[in-house]
Protein backbone atom coordinates (compact mmCIF):
# COMPACT_ATOMS: atom_id res chain seq x y z
CA UNK A 1 0.00 0.00 0.00
CA UNK A 2 2.50 1.96 -0.69
CA UNK A 3 1.84 3.71 -4.10
CA UNK A 4 1.71 7.25 -4.61
CA UNK A 5 -1.71 7.15 -4.65
CA UNK A 6 -2.57 5.31 -1.49
CA UNK A 7 -0.30 7.35 0.11
CA UNK A 8 -2.09 10.39 -0.75
CA UNK A 9 -5.59 8.86 0.15
CA UNK A 10 -3.44 8.28 3.65
CA UNK A 11 -1.86 11.89 4.38
CA UNK A 12 -5.82 13.29 3.13
CA UNK A 13 -6.90 10.21 6.16
CA UNK A 14 -4.33 11.90 8.53
CA UNK A 15 -5.24 15.51 7.73
CA UNK A 16 -8.87 14.93 8.31
CA UNK A 17 -8.05 12.87 11.41
CA UNK A 18 -9.55 9.42 11.00
CA UNK A 19 -8.64 6.92 13.15
CA UNK A 20 -5.65 4.88 12.60
CA UNK A 21 -4.79 6.40 9.54
CA UNK A 22 -1.57 8.41 11.20
CA UNK A 23 -0.33 4.69 11.70
CA UNK A 24 -1.40 3.74 8.25
CA UNK A 25 0.87 6.86 6.97
CA UNK A 26 3.93 6.34 8.91
CA UNK A 27 4.08 2.18 8.25
CA UNK A 28 3.39 3.45 4.26
CA UNK A 29 6.35 6.08 4.31
CA UNK A 30 8.86 4.39 6.67
CA UNK A 31 11.30 2.50 4.15
CA UNK A 32 11.43 5.73 1.97
CA UNK A 33 11.77 7.69 4.78
CA UNK A 34 14.67 5.41 6.15
CA UNK A 35 16.48 5.26 3.25
CA UNK A 36 16.33 9.00 3.34
CA UNK A 37 17.56 10.01 6.38
CA UNK A 38 20.55 6.92 5.48
CA UNK A 39 21.73 9.10 2.48
CA UNK A 40 21.30 12.18 4.77
CA UNK A 41 23.45 10.53 7.34
CA UNK A 42 26.04 9.16 5.22
CA UNK A 43 27.06 12.84 4.44
CA UNK A 44 27.28 13.15 7.82
CA UNK A 45 30.69 12.42 10.62
CA UNK A 46 31.28 8.93 11.26
CA UNK A 47 30.95 9.33 14.75
CA UNK A 48 26.64 10.91 14.25
CA UNK A 49 25.32 10.21 17.37
CA UNK A 50 21.74 10.31 15.33
CA UNK A 51 20.83 7.06 13.78
CA UNK A 52 18.08 6.86 10.73
CA UNK A 53 15.53 5.36 12.76
CA UNK A 54 15.81 8.10 15.24
CA UNK A 55 15.49 10.64 12.44
CA UNK A 56 12.93 9.42 10.77
CA UNK A 57 11.20 8.99 13.85
CA UNK A 58 11.85 13.07 14.85
CA UNK A 59 11.22 14.10 11.35
CA UNK A 60 7.48 12.16 11.40
CA UNK A 61 6.30 13.60 14.68
CA UNK A 62 7.20 17.03 13.30
CA UNK A 63 5.32 16.60 10.39
CA UNK A 64 1.99 14.48 11.93
CA UNK A 65 1.76 17.55 14.90
CA UNK A 66 1.17 20.02 12.15
CA UNK A 67 -2.13 21.26 12.33
CA UNK A 68 -2.28 23.69 9.20
CA UNK A 69 -0.53 20.96 7.35
CA UNK A 70 -2.35 20.09 3.93
CA UNK A 71 -0.36 17.71 1.91
CA UNK A 72 -0.72 17.72 -1.71
CA UNK A 73 0.09 14.38 -2.29
CA UNK A 74 3.01 11.91 -1.43
CA UNK A 75 5.79 14.09 -3.54
CA UNK A 76 5.09 16.94 -1.22
CA UNK A 77 4.57 14.76 1.70
CA UNK A 78 7.97 13.40 1.00
CA UNK A 79 10.08 16.59 0.63
CA UNK A 80 8.67 18.39 3.28
CA UNK A 81 10.14 15.44 5.71
CA UNK A 82 13.46 15.78 3.54
CA UNK A 83 13.05 19.72 4.62
CA UNK A 84 12.27 18.28 8.42
CA UNK A 85 15.33 16.17 8.51
CA UNK A 86 17.78 18.71 7.11
CA UNK A 87 16.31 21.14 9.81
CA UNK A 88 16.64 18.57 12.77
CA UNK A 89 20.47 18.34 11.24
CA UNK A 90 21.18 21.52 11.29
CA UNK A 91 19.78 21.64 14.71
CA UNK A 92 21.61 19.18 15.90
CA UNK A 93 24.89 20.54 14.38
CA UNK A 94 24.29 24.22 16.10
CA UNK A 95 23.90 22.83 19.62
CA UNK A 96 26.98 20.16 19.47
CA UNK A 97 29.27 23.29 18.14
CA UNK A 98 27.83 25.55 20.86
CA UNK A 99 28.71 22.71 23.23
CA UNK A 100 32.24 22.48 21.50
CA UNK A 101 32.31 26.40 21.39
CA UNK A 102 29.98 28.46 23.73
CA UNK A 103 29.50 31.71 23.33
CA UNK A 104 31.98 31.99 19.91
CA UNK A 105 31.25 31.13 15.65
CA UNK A 106 33.93 30.05 13.55
CA UNK A 107 34.09 31.52 10.30
CA UNK A 108 34.34 28.13 7.80
CA UNK A 109 34.14 28.67 4.04
CA UNK A 110 32.91 25.67 2.62
CA UNK A 111 35.45 25.07 0.70
CA UNK A 112 38.25 25.29 4.03
CA UNK A 113 35.45 22.37 5.47
CA UNK A 114 35.52 19.75 2.51
CA UNK A 115 39.04 19.84 2.65
CA UNK A 116 39.04 18.75 6.61
CA UNK A 117 36.81 15.53 5.83
CA UNK A 118 34.91 14.06 8.45
CA UNK A 119 36.56 16.37 11.70
CA UNK A 120 34.40 19.36 9.67
CA UNK A 121 31.28 17.12 9.25
CA UNK A 122 29.07 20.10 11.46
CA UNK A 123 30.38 22.94 10.02
CA UNK A 124 29.58 21.45 6.11
CA UNK A 125 25.79 20.94 7.14
CA UNK A 126 25.51 24.64 8.82
CA UNK A 127 27.31 26.03 6.06
CA UNK A 128 25.42 24.21 3.41
CA UNK A 129 22.15 25.34 5.94
CA UNK A 130 22.99 29.20 5.57
CA UNK A 131 24.14 29.23 1.46
CA UNK A 132 20.74 27.23 0.73
CA UNK A 133 19.33 30.74 3.23
CA UNK A 134 21.49 32.76 1.16
CA UNK A 135 20.02 31.58 -2.26
CA UNK A 136 16.39 31.43 -0.99
CA UNK A 137 16.49 35.16 -0.79
CA UNK A 138 17.71 35.66 -3.80
CA UNK A 139 16.41 32.67 -5.54
CA UNK A 140 13.52 31.21 -3.69
CA UNK A 141 12.34 28.54 -6.51
CA UNK A 142 15.97 27.72 -7.47
CA UNK A 143 16.67 27.01 -3.62
CA UNK A 144 13.45 25.28 -3.30
CA UNK A 145 15.05 22.95 -6.26
CA UNK A 146 17.99 22.33 -4.86
CA UNK A 147 16.54 21.21 -1.49
CA UNK A 148 13.97 18.82 -3.18
CA UNK A 149 16.19 17.37 -5.51
CA UNK A 150 19.88 17.22 -2.93
CA UNK A 151 17.44 16.63 0.50
CA UNK A 152 14.51 15.00 -1.08
CA UNK A 153 15.69 12.92 -3.18
CA UNK A 154 12.48 13.97 -5.65
CA UNK A 155 13.38 13.73 -9.62
CA UNK A 156 13.46 16.63 -11.75
CA UNK A 157 9.76 15.81 -12.92
CA UNK A 158 8.35 15.49 -9.41
CA UNK A 159 9.84 19.35 -8.56
CA UNK A 160 8.02 20.96 -11.58
CA UNK A 161 5.09 19.23 -10.60
CA UNK A 162 5.35 19.73 -7.46
CA UNK A 163 6.84 23.18 -7.57
CA UNK A 164 3.79 23.93 -10.93
CA UNK A 165 6.60 24.52 -13.48
CA UNK A 166 8.36 22.52 -15.92
Known sequence: MDSPRAV??????????EPGAVRDLFAAVYDDLRRRARAHL??????????????????????????RAVWQNRAHFL??????????????ARARNSLKRPGGKVHLDLDEALVLGDEAADPVVIALDDALRRLEKEEP???????????????QDECGQLLGIS
Open 42 to 67: ARERPDHTLQPTALVHEAFMRLVDQD
Open 141 to 155: QIAQVVELRFFGGLT
Open 79 to 92: AVAAQAMRRILVDH
Open 8 to 17: TLLLQAATAG
